[in-house]
C-alpha cells in the first residue's frame, strides 16, 4: 500500500466517524448558550477548586479577579442552581 492508499483510508475513516457523531448529537442550544454554558461550569469548578478564593479561580482561569467577580455576578443565580445540583 502507497502513502496515498493509506492517507485516503484514514480520512474516509475520518468523515465516517464524524457523520457518526453529527447524528448522535442533538443540538438544542444556540451558540451563546453553549458558550455561557461552559463557561459556567469551568467558573464554578474553579471556584471550587480553590474554596471560593476568587483571586486564585481567576488565575485557574487565566482571566482578571475583578472580571471573574463580573461573570460571577452575571451568572450568580445559575451558579447556586449548579452548585446545589452537585
Known sequence: MGYNTNYQQEQDALWEAIENI???ICINR????????????????????????RTKAAEE???GRTNLIAKI????LALKELAEDL
Open 30 to 53: 444556540t451558540l451563546p448558550e453553549e458558550v455561557s454554558l461552559i463557561e459556567l461550569k469551568a467558573i464554578h469548578t474553579a471556584l471550587h477548586n480553590h474554596k471560593g478564593n
Open 61 to 63: 482561569l487565566g482571566i
Open 73 to 76: 455576578k452575571k451568572y450568580k
Open 22 to 24: 453529527g447524528q448522535e
